[in-house]
C-alpha cells in the first residue's frame, strides 16, 4: 500500500493530537489511514472506463487514479495526457505482475469482457493488490471460485461492482422491505432490458460474455430479488426465447424466470437484449406495496409506495460511492458488503436459469 504522504501524517497526526490527551496511538493510526485516498488501477479502457469510472474517480473522498492496464498504446497515451499519468503507471495485460513494484496502486478495478475477469483479477491478486471487479463475476461459478482463492492467498480483497446496492432508491426498498413497512413481501417483480446496439461486439460473443442479456443486465434484477427478499432462492423455472436468432445465435436475447424463495415468497423477472425500456422493480407486500422505475439507471431513479409517498432522493455518483465504500473497507480493515463470495452467488442462481431454460424444468437450488 502507498504511505502516508508527509503532509497527510502531519494532517492527521494534529487532528488526533487536537482531539485531546487521551486519545490513543491505535485511533491515531485509524484517523491517519481514514485521511488517506487509495491507488486504484483500471484495468480495460473501454467505454464503462472512459465515460464512469475515471470521471466517479475524480469525484471519490478516497480513492485517487494510480494506473491503467491496456493494450492499446494510443489509449494509454491518451490517458496519461488527460490525467497526467507517468509510463510507469501504465501497464499491459501482460505486465501486470509488474504492479507488484508499484506501491502507489493498492486496487485493481477490473473492467474488462466478462470472460476475462478472472484472468486480470488473478493477475493483479498475485501482484498483492485488492480487487474490485465488475458484474458479473466471471462466467460459472468455478472461475468465480479461483478469482476468490487467490484473493485469499494474496491476503487481499475482492469486492463486486453492484452499484445498485449504494443507490439510496435500493437501500430504501431495503429498509421498507426489512422492517416490513407494508408489511411481509411476498411477490417481487423485477425487469431489466436494453437494446444491446451494434453486431460485432463482444456481448454477442459467448466466449467473452459467457451470457445474454442475463448476465449483463438481467443480473440487477436477479440481484434485487435477492437483497429485497433477503433470502437465497430455493427453485428456479426459466423461459428463453429468440426472435432474432442470427444475431443472438451464440448468447440469450430474452429471458423470464421465476424464483421461489424459503419464506414463501416469489420473484419473477426478466430481461432482453431487445425489449429496451423495460427498467423496473416492485415489491408486494401483505399490506401495500412499492416500487422503482425507473430502477437500474445511473442516475434518476425513482419510486412510488402505495401509501402515495414518492421514493426519490438527490442523484449521487454510483460509482464514486462504491469505490469509496471499498477503500474505507480496506482502510478500516472491514469486510465490504459486496464480496466475491457475492458475485459467486449470482453467477451460480445464473448458471441454474440457464440449465432450467435448456432443460424445460425447474431446477432447484436448495
Ligand atoms: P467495452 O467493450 O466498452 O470495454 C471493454 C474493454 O476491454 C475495452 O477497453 C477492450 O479493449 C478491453 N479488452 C481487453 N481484452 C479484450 C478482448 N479480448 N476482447 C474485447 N475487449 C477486450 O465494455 P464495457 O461496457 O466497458 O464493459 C466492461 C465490463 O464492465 C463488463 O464486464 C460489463 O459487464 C461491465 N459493465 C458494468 C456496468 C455497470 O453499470 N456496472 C455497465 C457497463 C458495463
Redesign the pocket.
Known amino acids: 500500500m502507498t504511505k502516508l504522504s508527509r503532509r497527510e501524517f502531519l494532517a492527521s497526526t494534529a487532528a488526533a493530537m487536537a482531539a485531546g490527551p487521551f486519545i490513543s496511538t491505535s485511533s491515531m493510526r485509524a484517523r491517519a489511514q481514514e485521511s488517506r485516498k487509495l491507488g486504484f488501477a483500471i484495468c ?6 472512459t465515460d464512469q469510472i475515471a470521471p466517479a474517480l475524480m469525484k471519490t473522498k478516497h480513492c485517487r487514479l494510480a494506473g491503467i492496464v ?3 498504446p494510443a489509449k494509454a497515451q491518451a490517458w496519461q495526457a488527460k490525467y497526467g499519468l507517468d509510463t510507469r503507471s501504465v501497464y499491459s ?1 501482460d505486465t501486470m505482475h509488474r504492479m507488484a513494484e508499484n506501491r502507489d496502486i493498492d486496487v485493481v478495478y477490473v ?4 470472460a ?2 478472472a484472468r486480470d483479477t488473478i493477475a493483479a491478486a498475485k501482484a498483492g493488490k485488492h480487487v474490485f471487479c ?3 463475476l466471471e462466467i460459472s461459478v468455478e472461475r468465480c471460485q479461483q478469482m476468490i482463492d487467490a484473493c485469499r492467498q494474496a491476503g487481499r480483497m475482492l469486492g463486486t ?1 453492484y ?1 445498485c446496492q449504494f443507490d439510496p432508491h435500493h437501500l430504501e426498498c431495503i429498509r421498507l422491505a426489512r422492517e416490513r413497512v407494508f408489511g411481509a413481501p411476498n411477490i417481487i417483480q423485477a425487469g431489466f432490458a436494453i437494446d444491446v446496439g451494434e453486431p460485432g ?2 456481448r454477442l460473443k459467448r466466449e ?1 460474455a459467457g451470457g445474454g442479456a442475463l448476465m ?1 443486465v438481467g443480473i440487477y434484477a436477479l440481484q434485487a430479488t435477492r437483497y429485497l427478499s433477503g433470502e437465497e432462492p430455493v427453485l428456479v423455472s426459466a423461459v428463453e426465447t429468440k426472435t432474432d436468432p442470427r444475431r443472438f445465435a451464440e448468447v440469450d436475447e430474452s429471458m423470464v424466470w421465476t424464483t421461489r424463495f424459503p419464506s414463501g415468497v416469489v420473484a419473477y423477472c426478466s430481461t432482453s437484449y431487445k425489449a429496451g425500456g423495460i427498467q423496473n422493480l416492485r415489491v408486494n407486500a401483505d399490506d401495500g406495496w412499492f416500487e422503482l422505475d425507473p430502477a437500474f439507471f ?1 442516475g434518476g431513479n425513482r419510486g412510488r409506495r402505495s401509501d402515495g409517498k414518492e421514493i426519490r432522493y438527490p442523484q449521487i455518483d454510483l460509482f464514486a460511492a462504491e469505490m469509496d465504500d471499498f477503500a474505507q473497507c480496506i482502510l478500516e480493515g472491514r469486510p465490504t458488503k459486496v464480496p466475491g463470495e457475492e458475485g459467486l452467488r449470482d453467477v451460480r442462481i445464473m448458471q441454474a436459469i440457464y440449465e432450467s431454460a435448456r432443460m424445460s424444468r425447474a431446477v432447484s437450488l436448495a
Open positions: 480495460g479502457l473501454g467505454k464503462l472506463s491496456t493494450g492499446t495485460y473492467v474488462t469482457p466478462n476475462l475477469h465488475e458484474k458479473p461492482a452499484r461486439q463482444w467473452l449483463d445511473y
